[in-house]
């Protein structure tokens, strides 16, 4: 029996990468198996390089390419005018918008009501959702996929949204998304942790975080890698992966996995998470796959399996 295809979304680029290295990473996302993409600035509204207009271009350009792209909104909003931004890219009507804060479930709520035509919207993985009873609310609203809060274990995610009963609300079906690859984002805080390790204040930071192109990492006094630091963002050391869960993510209901980018080797992690999970390559062969690459820390998997979120992923 044929398995259901598990599609590949690749997240909103974490970190201030220069504007050649972030147009080459999304050409190579254009020619890849993935088929969903989550343009825009997440954490920090003084990374400011491209502008709304520059991602609205490059939106266009991937949907060109094929890809289904959704623009995200920051996932903390601290002025007056980041909500301006985020009221910009929510009213657009040309590309559906992740929701990363309350702030913009609100504001994309009543923009579908006022046009319930309206692409679905998706709550994006730090709006708090933990029940079904949560999800129905969302789904009110005009939600049409919900991406998983990365500390949720699989079983937890298909009692939330089971296969078998999806939670329905305006926009139809709610679609589930699991966060499969990455640094796994943790905590946000008004404060820039960048700037303060280099003594700096938040809005004279010099801009430091664009000397780290996966962040910056933190040990901890045994010196084994720790968390790691990213403007006002904290992320594990480790990088999440569930290659090896394709069977319970299916049964888990996940219609998409997503990945998250990082400096080296991406599209070889698309690929190999495409062979895997879509083409019949062994997850013994994609974990060896990606055991070679030039990934930005240990590869872990416990939170999918209700385990300690960086117990590592088993030989």
Not at 114 to 127: K, S
Request: charged residues 20%.
């Amino acid at each position: 029996m044929t398995q259901a295809r598990l599609e590949l979304t690749i997240g909103p680029l974490l970190y201030w990468w220069p504007r050649d290295a972030t147009l080459a990473f999304y050409a190579d996302v254009a020619d890849s198996p993935a088929r969903r993409v989550v343009l825009g600035e997440v954490v920090c509204s003084r990374r400011n390089e491209y502008k709304f207009d520059d991602w609205l271009a490059l939106a266009r350009e991937l949907a060109q390419a094929g890809k289904e792209v959704v623009l995200a909104t920051q996932a903390l909003v601290m002025s007056e005018a980041e909500l301006r931004a985020l009221r910009r890219i929510a009213e657009q009507d040309e590309f559906a918008v992740e929701a990363g804060d309350a702030s913009a479930l609100r504001v994309l709520a009543g923009a579908r009501a006022a046009r319930p035509a309206r692409l679905p919207f998706t709550i994006g993985p730090h709006v708090n959702v933990y029940s079904r009873a949560a999800l129905v609310e969302h789904a009110a609203l005009g939600a049409g996929t919900w991406v998983a809060p990365l500390e949720l274990d699989l079983d937890a995610v298909a009692a939330i949204n089971p296969p078998a009963d999806p939670v329905a609300g305006a926009a139809g079906p709610v679609a589930t998304e699991v966060f499969g690859f990455g640094r796994m984002p943790l905590a946000f805080s008004a404060r820039c942790f960048t700037a303060r390790h280099h003594r700096l204040t938040k809005d004279e930071c010099a801009f430091r975080c664009r000397d780290d192109a996966d962040g910056l990492l933190v040990s901890g006094s045994d010196g084994r890698p720790f968390l790691v630091l990213n403007g006002i963002q904290t992320q594990s050391a480790a990088v999440q992966s569930l290659l090896a869960h394709g069977p319970a993510l299916r049964a888990a209901g996940a219609a998409s996995v997503r990945l998250s980018p990082c400096a080296h080797d991406f599209a070889r992690v698309i690929d190999t998470f495409d062979a895997v999970f879509n083409r019949g390559c062994s997850p013994q062969d994609g974990q060896q796959a990606l055991a070679g690459l030039a990934l930005p820390g240990a590869l872990v998997d416990g939170f999918a399996r209700a385990r300690p979120g960086m117990e590592p992923v088993p030989a």
